[in-house]
């Protein structure tokens, strides 16, 4: 696509259950991010891939969140047993390689937990 | 924790005025990149500088970067109301993990 994709743009779930968030990265693009911002706040780094591999996991808040890249394109985000302080919008971006490339977001995917 | 610290947090100008916003970072890098965010979504790559520059600029941008002091600046001239939006500088650790980090932003309101 002409864009990073991301999906579902809106999910609202209730606390405890799994969630699943898709990326699509800019067709090319090796690097993929994943970052979380809240309400109001910076942006949050929670871990990077170049190709399949993820150099830095560093940012995942927990071991209830995990991600994989498949095919060295789309990358999925999944938050297990969620929790209220996990809503905030999960933004991913892409760039050609994981150096010194500017990022292109998605809309991102705002999460709602009751 | 956050690589990069915006100043000011907020920032109110008239149309017509200049912007300007900085950034302070932590650790030596490679490079640092200014975004831009509109309503809460998706951020936009505004310029990126590199680490043996000191100074780009991009039609109404300047960016400059100091490294001995750890800090950049964002200068917007001729301010208009569709520049009303967070802006957030983005820097690489010079250790070769490619993560880069965000810093807090500057919420900019330009007025008509």
């Known amino acids: 696509g002409a864009g990073v994709s991301q999906s579902p743009s809106n999910k609202v779930t209730e606390k405890g259950k799994d969630v699943e968030l898709r990326c699509d990265p800019i067709s090319g693009h090796t690097a993929l991010y994943w970052y979380r911002q809240s309400l109001g706040q910076g942006l949050e780094f929670l871990i990077y891939f170049q190709g399949n591999s993820a150099p830095d996991k560093s940012g995942l808040p927990s071991d209830r969140f995990s991600a994989e890249r498949t095919g060295g394109s789309v990358s999925t985000l999944t938050i297990q047993r969620t929790q209220q302080e996990d809503s905030a919008v999960y933004l991913c971006?892409?760039?050609?390689?994981?150096?010194?490339?500017?990022?292109?977001f998605g809309e991102g995917s705002r999460l709602t937990v009751l | 924790s956050q690589q990069g610290e915006e100043d000011p947090q907020a920032l109110s100008i008239q149309e017509g005025e200049n912007a300007t916003m900085n950034c302070s970072y932590k650790?030596?890098?490679?490079?640092l990149q200014w975004y831009r965010q509109n309503s809460g979504r998706g951020l936009v790559h505004l310029i990126l500088?590199?680490?043996?520059?000191r100074e780009k600029h991009s039609g109404r941008l300047r960016v400059t970067l100091d490294t001995s002091k750890k800090s950049s600046s964002l200068l917007i001239t001729a301010s208009r109301a569709a520049d009303t939006a967070s802006y957030f500088c983005a820097t690489d650790e010079a250790s070769g993990t490619y993560k880069y980090i965000f810093g807090t932003g500057t919420r900019l309101k330009v007025l008509a």
């Open positions: 500088i590199r680490s043996n520059e």
């Open positions: 650790t030596s890098i490679n490079n």
């Open positions: 971006a892409s760039s050609l390689r994981a150096s010194v490339w500017e990022l292109f």
